[in-house]
């Protein structure tokens, strides 16, 4: 009797540009130690600088040539790609926003229940509109996906936030309202404050971490038997830095894992094995406190690469162990 595929799903989280290289470096270490082609998961769910990785690999490219592509390299689909590491992104600061509330829509559409509102939500709310510009980024997308379509995968979900209801969007779930690839990676990558929000059929959206930094839960119900979880901001062994910003960067950090693990839980609860991989101390002291800062790139992608691969090894043993 021919046994039945196993049912898989991939969250990829946010976490700014250094966010991303740790990811590719983790991505890598997972398809080495599992032998899964992780293009070829049921669904892929992304948010933020996880959206960017999420439409990359529904476009058919392996986590191998995110991380040629990180070292400077050309391969497959992104041989073409047109993208500048240094400062695509638009540099380790923001541009000065524009000295005005973001979305009094949010406040006031939710005023009798903001205390049930992310608190991020409602502080991105608050924060005045970025003048950032993610038009690179959309030309990274549109180069693997143009003519203003969706994903090749039938399955890939990209997280934004509808800035003026606060409702968390998956583009791409069945129901949702339409966007083409393009625009959902944007949206789900305009952090509030830094990048102007993105237009979409009338709405503005902004980055899905202001609802939820992986977004775990949305696979709760779809029965899968495993999903991978990537989450560049949430740790399970974090370190004590001794600067203000370090200290309130692992603060937003423990707060992100505990929303993280509730998530999680939701589907271990149906029966699902998730496996999680977050940047440990060696990862933290790579990353430092600003995500943005493109001149560590290259090296929270080693460091990356060297401790995903000992986590999974890690866990195998334990697991070996405890059986």
Not at 257 to 265: A, D, L, P, S, V
Request: proline share 7%; hydrophobic share 45%; aromatic share 4%.
């Amino acid at each position: 009797m021919r046994a039945t595929k196993p049912r898989r799903g991939l969250v990829l989280g946010s976490g700014g540009v250094l966010g991303a290289a740790w990811a590719v470096g983790a991505l890598c270490a997972l398809e080495d130690h599992t032998g899964v082609d992780l293009r070829t998961v049921d669904y892929i769910v992304g948010t933020s600088a996880g959206a960017v990785l999420t439409a990359l690999l529904g476009e058919g490219v392996r986590p191998a040539q995110l991380r040629a592509h990180q070292l400077g390299g050309a391969e497959g689909r992104l041989a073409g790609a047109p993208w500048d590491y240094a400062r695509s992104s638009g540099g380790a600061r923001p541009p000065w926003p524009r000295l005005a509330v973001g979305s009094p829509a949010l406040v006031r559409r939710n005023a009798w229940r903001l205390r049930r509102l992310p608190p991020t939500a409602v502080l991105s709310a608050l924060l005045p509109v970025g003048r950032g510009s993610l038009e690179e980024l959309g030309q990274l997308v549109a180069a693997l996906a143009p003519d203003g379509r969706w994903s090749s995968h039938r399955n890939v979900w990209i997280v934004a936030m509808d800035y003026e209801t606060g409702r968390r969007v998956p583009f791409g779930r069945p129901g949702e309202p339409p966007a083409s690839l393009v625009d959902a990676v944007m949206a789900s990558c305009a952090i509030p404050a830094w990048y102007a929000p993105v237009v979409i059929d009338g709405h503005r959206y902004v980055d899905g971490g202001a609802c939820s930094a992986t977004s775990v839960d949305l696979l709760a119900g779809r029965h899968l038997d495993e999903v991978f979880v990537v989450a560049p901001m949430v740790t399970l062994d974090p370190d004590r830095p001794r600067s203000l910003l370090g200290k309130m960067e692992r603060r937003w950090r423990a707060a992100v894992t505990r929303r993280c693990m509730n998530e999680i839980g939701k589907l271990r609860a149906e029966g699902t094995v998730v496996t999680l991989l977050g940047p440990g101390q060696e990862d933290l002291a790579a990353i430092g406190v600003n995500v943005m800062q493109t001149n560590r790139r290259l090296h929270v992608l080693e460091t990356s690469l060297r401790t995903s691969a000992r986590a999974l090894t890690d866990a195998a043993s334990l697991q070996s162990t405890a059986g």
